[in-house]
């Protein structure tokens, strides 16, 4: 991914969600660089979500 750019998330549960749906809490290894949301909501049944992830630009690679 390109610095200053965003993409695409997805979180995927390995059994439906409860009726009620799950919150799932994100992090990132360096927020200065990735910023994911802070949660994501999968409604009851469901079994994933996708979300978009900001990015910070840099000047040299970075692993996150």
């Known amino acids: 991914v390109v610095g200053?750019?965003?993409v695409t998330g997805t979180v995927?549960?390995?059994s439906n969600a409860p009726p009620a749906g799950v919150?799932?809490?994100l992090v990132s290894s360096d927020p200065?660089?990735?910023k994911p949301p802070a949660t994501?909501?999968?409604p009851g049944?469901?079994?994933s979500a996708d979300f978009t992830i900001a990015t910070s630009p840099?000047?040299?690679s970075?692993?996150?």
């Open 4 to 6: 200053g750019s965003s």
């Open 12 to 14: 995927t549960l390995n």
């Open 23 to 25: 919150t799932v809490r």
């Open 32 to 34: 200065s660089l990735l």
């Open 40 to 42: 994501v909501f999968i």
């Open 45 to 47: 049944g469901g079994t």
């Open 58 to 60: 840099t000047s040299v």
């Open 62 to 64: 970075k692993r996150v």
